[in-house]
């Protein structure tokens, strides 16, 4: 399979050259050329199937041609090993649960597909030592983190805003050690978006070292996330609810989002598409408008959605054409205030004994707001609400139980290299390696 870029300059390049860039060299994103369509049998048996046979057949049909398929088979298995369980909170509203993994968090699945996939490429000896850059908000930087920790030839730095992740969050990516460098930003998510995008375009740096992305703009990060739509849609299959399936989807830079509109293109049975907001409505605004006006980002209690201009909105625009009516059509969207998300915990808990995270708490609401009589609901809960126990319990006036893989974390000791927002200081530090 060949990628181009979302800037059109860049075309033909291989799985490996797209994966080892991340970003293409005119500042686009990467997109397959062809986006196959699984056939009707495959959705006839999918209830039959177990979650790790789904993703293989999702896998082959964008990496087949270019992974033997015992090693790809291997890698699904490897980033697979927990459930994605579909959990019902009201009568035609599921959530998906996408907590079970490693940091809690549904970029797990993402972040240990990449880790994996780019192991092999450096393993068969073309790739060279890698330097992965990941800026994070929160939660992807402890899912890369742990993802690549201890992978031979692949040293990661997390970019992260200062003071702006929970102590729970920053522990997962500044006590491991070992391959793995957190940079403690004096600034926003934005800003160390920002000195990602630039040391990428930054032909000095490129030349001295092989830099990658692990955010969601790479396609080995991005596409793994189409698994779970294909896995969500057995799941309710088996319930006897898979007819009129609406999935809600929290968003911030819109990749998790954009894997299930690619999902959708493979055939998967998807009615129409949620996008749930915080503050940071950009994608909403969109919607209303037709004007894609990326802003600064507002810092929320939902902060992994804090994202002023969504990477992967140049994906959806490549993906539909650039029609603002043919994405309407398929996608509607809503947005929550802080006091609306603890309105939206707080409720749940009280109604249904379900207690949801900030973010998912967008989707569940967006979902509720927008659902019409005869559709099912799937809202994707992205993160364990014990990763924000201190809003969480605050909201609900209660005591929120740790997981024990939680808790682990909280025993490390930071350990962070401080850094100005400047992009030259980023660079000197990165020449000095
Ligand atoms: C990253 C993240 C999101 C946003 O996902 P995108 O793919 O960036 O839209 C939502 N919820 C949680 C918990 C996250 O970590």
């Not at 070992?178 to 926003?188: K, P, Q, S, W």
């Not at 598409?273 to 507002?298: C, E, H, V, W």
């Not at 009589?373 to 929120?400: D, M, S, W, Y």
Request: aromatic share 12%.
């Amino acid at each position: 399979m060949k990628y181009y870029s979302t800037n059109k300059k860049v075309v033909g390049e291989t799985l490996e050259a797209a994966v080892v860039k991340g970003l293409a060299a005119d500042g686009g994103l990467f997109m397959p050329e062809t986006i196959k369509t699984l056939p009707a049998s495959f959705f006839d048996e999918i209830a039959n199937l177990s979650f790790q046979e789904i993703a293989y057949r999702v896998a082959d049909a964008f990496f087949g041609e270019d992974i033997p398929s015992e090693t790809l088979k291997n890698i699904v298995k490897d980033t697979l090993n927990f459930d994605i369980p579909i959990v019902e909170v009201k009568e035609n509203i599921y959530s998906l649960e996408l907590f079970h993994g490693p940091t809690l968090a549904f970029k797990d699945v993402g972040a240990r597909f990449m880790a994996r996939l780019l192991g092999y490429f450096i393993q068969k000896g073309d790739a060279g030592r890698v330097n992965v850059l990941v800026a994070t908000s929160g939660d992807t930087g402890s899912a890369v983190a742990n993802g690549f920790w201890n992978v031979d030839g692949i040293r990661v730095f997390v970019l992260y805003p200062k003071g702006k992740v929970s102590e729970i969050q920053e522990k997962q990516f500044t006590t491991l050690g070992c391959n793995i460098t957190a940079i403690e930003v004096d600034g926003t998510f934005d800003d160390c978006q920002a000195l990602v995008k630039r040391a990428f375009m930054d032909e000095e740096l490129n030349k001295n070292l092989k830099l990658t992305s692990a955010n969601s703009i790479n396609i080995a990060r991005f596409l793994p996330q189409a698994f779970y739509y294909f896995y969500a849609y057995a799941q309710m299959k088996r319930l006897g609810h898979a007819d009129n399936l609406v999935v809600c989807v929290p968003s911030g830079n819109f990749g998790n989002l954009t894997a299930g509109l690619f999902a959708k293109r493979m055939g998967l049975p998807v009615k129409r598409f949620i996008a749930a907001n915080n503050r940071n409505d950009i994608f909403l605004q969109y919607l209303r408008t037709g004007k894609y006006m990326p802003r600064p980002s507002i810092a929320t209690i939902a902060n992994a959605m804090d994202v002023g201009a969504p990477s992967n909105f140049a994906r959806i625009m490549d993906l539909y054409g650039g029609s603002h009516s043919a994405i309407s059509a398929e996608i509607s969207g809503k947005a929550y205030d802080d006091n609306q998300i603890r309105e939206i915990i707080r409720t749940t808990y009280e109604d249904t004994n379900y207690l949801l995270d900030p973010h998912g708490a967008c989707a569940y609401g967006a979902l509720c707001d927008m659902l019409l009589p005869a559709e099912n609901g799937v809202f994707l809960e992205t993160a364990h609400p014990a990763k924000f126990c201190q809003t969480v319990e605050r909201i609900i006036g209660k005591e929120v139980e740790i997981p024990g893989k939680l808790a682990a974390f909280m025993r490390g000791e930071k350990q962070a290299v401080p850094l100005s927002k400047d992009f030259t200081d980023f660079k000197s530090y990165l020449m000095r390696l």
